[in-house]
């Protein structure tokens, strides 16, 4: 079983940063696309930021505000997240895929963390 492990949620003022983090234990995920997605309560899950073959891809909503990152020698992937807004808050999600193309669509992710909850208050 292949198990992503986000890290790094929590409660903060709006205009405060956090770091996110996912790992991937004992699996080597260097050739797999990674992304963040994002749920509010209420709401579909939303696509935030993906990493593949050097590139990045994001959604128009945290645009110059999030960066995604990874460090293959840890298997862990990042998603740094300044000036932060009340309508980020939601349940953070860490994704692996080996399909090319298409982020945005959480459909072709193979896996799943469990997620971590990230809460801006006003």
């Known amino acids: 079983q292949v198990q992503l492990v986000e890290s790094g949620g929590g409660l903060v003022q709006a205009g405060e940063s956090l770091r996110l983090s996912c790992a991937a234990p004992?699996?080597?995920?260097?050739?797999?696309?990674m992304a963040w997605f994002r749920q509010a309560p209420g709401k579909e899950r939303e696509f935030v930021r993906a990493i593949a073959d050097g590139s990045t891809y994001g959604g128009d909503s945290v645009k110059g505000r999030f960066t995604i990152s990874r460090d293959n020698a840890k298997n862990t992937v990042y998603l740094q997240m300044n000036s932060l807004k009340p309508e980020d808050t939601a349940v953070y999600y860490c994704?692996?895929?080996?399909?090319?193309?298409?982020?945005?669509?959480?459909?072709?992710?193979?896996?799943w963390g469990q997620g971590t909850q990230v809460t801006v208050s006003s």
């Open positions: 004992g699996r080597t995920f260097s050739s797999y696309a």
């Open positions: 994704a692996a895929t080996s399909t090319r193309g298409n982020y945005y669509y959480p459909s072709i992710y193979e896996y």
